[in-house]
């Protein structure tokens, strides 16, 4: 089998909100990161599969949110593959992601003062460990959903944390979708760890769930993936249903509103923590 590689991002990081910025790199799919204060950048660990495409699109978005941001500054190169994975395992610990929800992963028990709700995650290169803003965002508005019996669609569920959580909230049935085959194999393998069934776990995109309906659609995503959903999750939502996002940042959400506003989705309900934000829409309009 031929090695693996990895690809070294050299970020200057003059300028960004670096707690915005480390959300928007482990979205886009970020192995790991090594700050360098002394010299004012970040390395960024990214797949080595990465395409030319992959590089621009990772520039642009950080533009966006950093308009002095230049580009061109910006150094990739290719270098031999790190177990990114095992280096970090020290660092995930049980968190408490939301009143009575704990996160903990395989080797580390939970505190014994905690109750209520356990999701078991074993995230390998999988984002999601309850641990980002966006995940925690997420699981508190899941809460508050009309969960029980519900069907989900969870897109973009890289270790399945979301899927999984509702299922053990009384969801019925749950799509779980995402575009990394190796994500999919590990939300299988933290679906078992949790001994749920119920989850269909499918490698594609949006495409997958065409032809059905769903009460609850679930998607922590980056804004400019969300941004082109829009009329695919009104084909998707049941009336009367719920599509809970995230993976946005404060800025984001008034050009979100208005993108699905056309689509004939409203911004009902939100919650915010530091930079980011999660966003309840539905059908019917509302006062927000």
């Not at 190796?182 to 495409?207: K, P």
């Not at 922590?220 to 829009?230: K, S, T």
């Not at 009104?234 to 984001?252: M, T």
């Amino acid at each position: 089998m031929k090695d693996k590689e990895y690809i070294e991002l050299h970020l200057p990081i003059g300028g960004f909100d670096t707690d915005a910025l480390s959300g928007i790199l482990y979205m886009a799919g970020c192995m790991g990161i090594q700050e360098l204060e002394d010299a004012g950048e970040w390395l960024v660990y990214l797949p080595g599969d990465w395409t030319p495409e992959h590089m621009g699109q990772l520039l642009s978005r950080l533009q966006q949110v950093n308009p002095d941001f230049d580009p061109e500054s910006a150094r990739f190169e290719k270098l031999p593959y790190r177990d990114w994975n095992a280096e970090w395992k020290q660092y995930f610990v049980p968190i408490e992601a939301a009143p009575g929800i704990w996160v903990r992963p395989p080797w580390h028990p939970l505190p014994e003062e905690a109750g209520g709700t356990e999701v078991i995650i074993d995230p390998q290169m999988a984002f999601g460990t309850g641990h980002h803003e966006t995940t925690r965002l997420m699981i508190q508005a899941m809460q508050t959903l009309p969960m029980q019996g519900a069907t989900v669609l969870d897109l973009g569920t890289g270790s399945g944390i979301l899927a999984i959580l509702a299922r053990k909230l009384g969801a019925g049935r749950v799509l779980a979708v995402d575009i990394d085959p190796e994500a999919i194999a590990n939300a299988r393998h933290n679906a078992a760890l949790n001994q749920v069934e119920d989850i269909d776990f499918v490698v594609g995109d949006i495409s997958v769930a065409e032809g059905r309906r769903f009460s609850i659609i679930l998607a922590n995503i980056e804004f400019g993936v969300l941004a082109g959903l829009a009329l695919h999750f009104y084909q998707l939502l049941e009336p009367g249903g719920n599509l809970l996002l995230s993976g946005l940042l404060k800025e984001d959400v008034s050009r979100l509103s208005y993108i699905y506003k056309q689509a004939g989705l409203y911004v009902a309900d939100k919650w915010v923590m530091n930079e980011w934000v999660a966003v309840v829409c539905g059908g019917e309009m509302s006062f927000y």
